[in-house]
């Protein structure tokens, strides 16, 4: 019995069941009775409706996850990687560019199975609760700029890390690394300049009251930022959000147009103080210190499987590549991976209750970033009583309910 097959069919059951099980499990913890806290912005009507919207996400996820694990599994016993990957060979290029042919097929192929799934997602479901707000040219504009983004900056990186695999030996996953730590930092100035504009729209904040507000707390806090910016959110949903991006003096703060129209003037100073609690905090420099040592440590691990002859008999492959490796190792270091995710997430859900005390401490006013809260999590019907494992496996944030207690508990 080949160890690698068992490792990875294993890896893709734990996976399916444990998810099944989650998603269950958070359904049944649904609690019919609305949270006295969140009196002020539920009434009966509305926290019914998101209890559905809990309901239709997680069976939509049922429905969703169940293709994906079959696929997964047809493409294994029947071996249609081989199939693809004879397929590129066949135009006669080299391991380069058939690398890229691969993926290319392979991403093409899965952007088609997958594309009923998303056009039900995002013009049934999320529809149906209000939150759709996208044309069908805007859903499939989005994929064609997502498609020339992956041939613009996708495909040269690839391109690179296959070529450090095929000629430098030993040395490749070092290459690779360092190519992948200049990536990661060239990928703020490029989302914000150049990424970040083609999908949406932004604007400086107007003069007032609000931009008054959020000036004259980020001065006391010493936090300059480039840009202060209003997205039209709203041109593709109505969830409401607000992000912080790039580092050192070029960061900006974008705040959804959905944002401004349903947060007090207050709340929103809170909402980016939260934010600024996590550049102060060193969360952010922290984040991409800890995802760059685990990139590295994954590609050293990974140059000891290339080309690897039992872990390419578990998928039918004639044929040892680069390129077949990198799959292929993704799935044998799964296991892993799940592990490394339920820690990231833990750190996630601790830094998130940090920023949340920086905001109450830096403002002086935690029931704001309270009824921020509140409001955020009316507005998107979020689930008000998610069942614990659901936190531990899948949560980044801590459930609202314990954030408010905790911001309470900073009050008192």
Not at 143 to 163: D, N, R
Not at 223 to 237: I, N
Not at 295 to 317: A, H, P
Request: include cysteine.
């Amino acid at each position: 019995m080949n160890i690698f097959f068992v490792i990875i069919i294993s890896a893709l059951v734990l996976d399916y069941c444990l998810s099944f099980l989650v998603r269950a499990l958070n359904v049944r913890s649904l609690d019919p009775n609305l949270p006295e806290e969140f009196s002020d912005v539920y009434d009966e009507n509305k926290y019914s409706k998101s209890q559905s919207y809990t309901k239709d996400k997680e069976s939509f996820s049922h429905v969703t996850s169940t293709f994906s694990f079959l696929l997964s599994l047809s493409i294994i016993f029947f071996g249609l990687y081989d199939i693809a990957d004879q397929f590129v060979r066949g135009f006669g290029y080299g391991e380069v560019v058939n690398g890229l042919l691969f993926f290319g097929l392979l991403m093409v192929l899965s952007d088609i199975i997958t594309l009923p799934f998303s056009l039900y997602n995002n013009f049934v479901i999320e529809k149906r609760y209000g939150f759709n707000k996208m044309t069908l040219s805007t859903f499939f504009v989005d994929k064609l700029k997502g498609y020339f983004l992956s041939a613009l900056i996708g495909a040269p990186v690839v391109a690179l890390l296959l070529y450090f695999f095929e000629s430098f030996g030993e040395l490749a996953w070092l290459y690779a690394w360092g190519l992948m730590a200049v990536f990661t930092l060239a990928m703020q100035p490029l989302f914000n300049l150049f990424i970040a504009p083609m999908f949406n729209k932004f604007t400086p904040l107007e003069e007032g009251p609000l931009l008054t507000k959020i000036s004259e707390y980020l001065k006391k806090v010493d936090f300059p930022v480039a840009k202060l910016e209003v997205m039209d959110g709203s041109k593709r949903t109505s969830h409401s959000n607000a992000y912080f991006s790039g580092l050192g003096k070029n960061k900006r703060i974008a705040l959804f147009d959905t944002l401004l129209e349903s947060q007090s003037d207050d709340e929103i100073v809170s909402v980016i103080a939260h934010e600024v609690g996590h550049y102060k905090l060193k969360h952010i420099q922290k984040g991409i210190v800890a995802s760059l040592a685990q990139t590295g440590v994954t590609f050293f691990i990974m140059s000891l499987f290339i080309k690897n002859q039992m872990l390419f008999d578990v998928f039918k492959m004639q044929d040892l590549s680069v390129y077949g490796s990198l799959i292929f190792f993704s799935m044998l270091y799964s296991p892993i991976s799940m592990v490394l995710g339920f820690v990231f997430s833990y750190i996630s859900r601790k830094n998130e209750f940090e920023a949340d005390k920086y905001s109450a401490d830096t403002t002086g006013h935690p029931e704001h970033l309270v009824s921020s809260l509140k409001k955020l999590s009316a507005d998107n019907l979020g689930n008000l009583t998610p069942h614990w494992l659901n936190v531990l496996l899948n949560y980044s944030h801590p459930p609202v309910l314990d954030r408010i207690s905790t911001l309470r508990s900073l009050k008192s």
